[in-house]
Nanobody, 122 residues
Framework: VQLVESGGGLVQAGGSLRLSCAAYGRTFCVEGMGWFRQAPGKEREFVATINWSGGRINYADSVKGRFTISRDNAKNTLYLQMNSLKPEDTAVYYC????????????????WGQGIQVTVSS
């Protein structure tokens, strides 16, 4: 499975961005998909995860109420709508996929995108 992120960039605090992640290859083996982020000097952290049907979603407390994860299985694409962005949201964002569902531990994900930079200025 190959994952390709798009949609990152520079935005002012309070603004919005929408990340997309297109999946290619053996996507039939993917059950859970998620977003993670890593800021300079920090560990990779969980942002949000969604199962195949979209019926099970989980968010990190730091983004709850501001970010929305969704997926379009017909297009094999995962999304992350980010609203009310804060400077502390600045990080490289990664899309990930796993045969398991509802995982928040990045070590449980088998497939990763290359990462995309999101920078929020104050």
């Amino acid at each position: 499975v190959q994952l390709v992120e798009s949609g990152g960039g520079l935005v002012q605090a309070g603004g919005s961005l929408r990340l997309s992640c297109a999946a290619y290859g053996r996507t039939f083996c993917v059950e859970g998909m998620g977003w993670f982020r890593q800021a300079p000097g920090k560990e990779r952290e969980f942002v949000a995860t969604i199962n195949w049907s979209g019926g099970r979603i989980n968010y990190a407390d730091s983004v709850k109420g501001r970010f929305t994860i969704s997926r379009d299985n017909a297009k094999n694409t995962l999304y992350l709508q980010m609203n009310s962005l804060k400077p502390e949201d600045t990080a490289v964002y990664y899309c990930a996929a796993t045969p398991r569902a509802f995982e928040v531990d990045f070590r449980k994900y088998d497939y990763w995108g290359q990462g995309i930079q999101v920078t929020v200025s104050s």
